[in-house]
C-alpha cells in the first residue's frame, strides 16, 4: 500500500495558508456548504456522496452536510453531531468539536446556528439541489448555476479560480498518491488482459486497485474496445483477438484529488502493423506536447501543437493529404482528433468546470466554433503549479467520418481508400497527468510506460 503520511505539511497549516490567500482578495464572508447525497430509490439507499470541491479545497475533509465559514482567515466549521440513530446505522464517528481541531478551526457550531453568521456571505452553489435549495433559503437569494454567477459570488469564484489554478504542495502530495494507484491500476488491467473475456473483467481489473487503495475513481471508467465513443460507458463487449483497448480510468483520493490517465494496448499483448503505425503517430503528438509544456506557453498552442504532429503523422501515412500546417487550418485533423488535448486537473478530473469556463479559459476568451477548437477546454498560459492533462488521440467516429457534408469538404485532402487499410483501428488515446514546474515540467505518471513494446511487455507479463 502506498504511504498517506510524506505529505509535507499538516493539513491544518495547508488550509490555514489557502484561507489566508483568499482573504487577501475577499473582504467579505464567505460560506461553502460541503452537500450531501440524493436517494437511489428511498430514502436510506444512496448514491456514493463526493463532497463539494470548492469545500474540499478549504475543508480539507470530505465532510457529510457541513458548512464553513471564511472571513479575514478564519474559518468556523457548521455540522451536527451524529443522532443515536445514526450512531446505530452508520456506527462511531469523529464529532464536530475533534474535526474542527484536525482542521485548525477557529469556531464550531451546529448546523442551526447558521443562520445568524450567513449576512452578507458569497457563496458557490452546489450541485445537489437538496443544498442548493437550503443554500438559497439561508442567503435569501435564488442560486443561479454554478457557471452563472454574478456580484459577490462571482468574485469569490474568480478568487478561488486564481488559487486553485495553482497547485500547492499538500495538493501535488494528494495528487501524486492518486497518480501512483492509477498507474497499478492500469498495470493490473495489462496484466489481466490475456485472460479477459469482457471489456467489464478489465475493469474489474483495474478498479480493484482504486478499491483496495480506499480511494474511489476520479470518473465513470473507460475500459473499451469502441474506443472511439469518447466517454463510452459499456463494459459488456466480447474481448475479440486484435482488438485494442482504450482505457481511461485514475483514482482519486480520500480527500478528494484527482489522476487521469488514458493508455490504449493491444489485447494480444501485440500491436498489428497498422495500429503500431498509428500508435505512434498519436504518441509522438503526446511526446511533443509534453516536451512543449512548459511555464508561458499558452495551452491551446500545445493543442495546435498536437494537431500539427498528428497531421504530420497522418500525411506520412498516407491517411490525409496536403501540407499539414494547411490541414490543420481546414481542421482535417479535427475529423480523427475531435476533442482538445487536454485539461486542468485537481480536486476534479476536470478542474472546477462547474464553474463553466471560468477557470479553464482566461478571461476574455470563449469557445471558439471552429471544428478542431470548440472542445478545448482549457485556453490559459501555462504556470507554474498548475497540473493539466495531455490526451492527444486518434478517433474512427462513424457520425463524423460518414457525414455527407463532411465527406464532402474533406474529400480531396483524406485518402479514403487508404484509410480503409487502418479498420482495425477504432480509437487510441495517450493521457498523462503533468505538472508545470519552474524548470519546465514533471509527468506525475511518467511511471506508466507509453511505449508501444514496453505497453506490450506489460501485456504480456501476465
Ligand atoms: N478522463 C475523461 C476526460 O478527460 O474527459
Ligand atoms: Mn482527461
Redesign the pocket.
Known amino acids: 500500500m502506498l504511504s498517506q503520511t510524506d505529505r509535507p505539511a499538516s493539513l491544518s497549516d495547508a488550509l490555514r495558508r489557502r484561507r489566508q490567500k483568499l482573504a487577501a482578495q475577499i473582504p467579505f464572508p464567505v460560506l461553502l456548504w460541503s452537500g450531501q447525497t440524493s436517494s437511489r430509490n428511498f430514502p436510506a439507499n444512496t448514491y456514493p456522496y463526493r463532497a463539494n470541491s470548492h469545500f474540499l479545497y478549504f475543508a480539507g475533509l470530505p465532510l457529510y452536510n457541513a458548512v464553513i465559514r471564511l472571513e479575514s482567515g478564519r474559518l468556523e466549521l457548521f455540522m451536527d453531531d451524529p443522532t443515536p440513530a445514526e450512531l446505530l446505522w452508520h456506527g462511531d464517528r469523529p464529532r464536530r468539536d475533534q474535526i474542527a481541531e484536525t482542521m485548525g478551526a477557529d469556531a464550531a457550531y451546529p448546523i442551526s446556528r447558521l443562520k445568524g453568521f450567513a449576512a452578507g456571505a458569497a457563496t458557490i452553489p452546489v450541485l445537489d439541489a437538496a443544498t442548493r435549495l437550503q443554500q438559497s433559503h439561508l442567503l435569501d437569494r435564488m442560486m443561479t448555476p454554478a457557471n452563472q454567477l454574478q456580484d459577490m459570488d462571482l468574485a469569490l469564484a474568480t478568487a478561488i479560480v486564481e488559487l486553485r489554478l495553482v497547485q500547492d504542495d499538500w495538493a501535488i502530495a494528494e495528487m501524486r498518491r492518486a497518480a501512483a494507484i492509477t498507474i497499478q491500476a492500469h498495470q493490473a488491467g495489462m496484466a489481466a488482459t490475456p485472460q479477459a473475456k469482457t471489456e467489464a473483467e478489465i475493469r474489474a481489473a483495474m478498479e480493484q486497485v482504486v478499491i483496495a487503495h480506499n480511494t474511489t475513481c476520479a ?1 465513470n471508467s ?1 475500459v473499451t474496445v469502441q474506443g472511439e465513443v ?2 463510452n460507458d459499456h463494459y459488456h463487449h466480447a474481448i475479440q483477438p486484435g482488438d485494442l483497448l482504450l482505457a ?1 480510468m ?1 483514482a482519486e483520493t480520500e480527500m478528494g484529488w484527482a489522476s ?1 490517465v ?1 493508455r490504449t494496448w493491444p489485447v494480444t499483448g501485440k500491436f498489428s502493423g497498422t495500429q503500431r503505425d498509428l500508435y505512434d503517430v498519436v504518441l509522438a503528438a503526446h511526446d511533443r506536447c509534453i516536451q512543449a509544456a512548459v511555464p508561458g506557453v499558452e495551452y491551446q498552442q500545445i493543442h495546435l501543437l498536437a494537431c500539427q504532429v498528428l497531421a504530420e503523422g497522418l500525411v506520412d501515412l498516407g491517411i490525409l493529404q496536403g501540407q499539414p500546417a494547411d490541414l490543420v487550418e481546414m481542421d482535417a485533423h479535427a475529423l480523427f482528433f475531435p476533442h482538445g488535448v487536454g ?1 486542468l486537473l485537481g480536486l476534479d ?2 478542474d472546477m468546470e462547474d464553474l463553466g469556463d471560468l477557470a479553464g479559459y482566461a478571461a476574455g476568451r470563449t469557445r471558439s466554433d471552429r471544428f478542431g477548437l470548440g472542445y478545448l477546454r482549457l485556453n490559459r498560459p501555462l504556470q507554474p503549479g498548475m497540473a493539466v ?1 495531455i ?1 492527444p488521440g486518434f478517433y474512427q467516429v462513424p457520425a463524423i467520418l460518414n457525414d455527407a457534408d463532411r465527406r464532402e469538404k474533406y474529400r480531396s485532402v483524406v485518402n479514403w481508400e487508404r484509410l480503409e487499410q487502418f479498420q482495425d483501428i477504432r480509437g487510441i488515446r495517450i ?1 498523462d497527468d503533468v505538472l508545470i514546474t519552474e524548470a519546465g515540467n514533471e509527468v506525475l505518471t511518467t511511471e506508466l510506460p507509453t511505449e508501444a513494446a514496453a505497453i506490450e511487455q506489460l501485456v504480456k507479463s501476465s
Do not use: N
Open positions: 470518473y473507460i469518447l466517454h481511461d485514475a487521469d488514458t485539461h478530473v476536470h492533462t490526451e493521457e
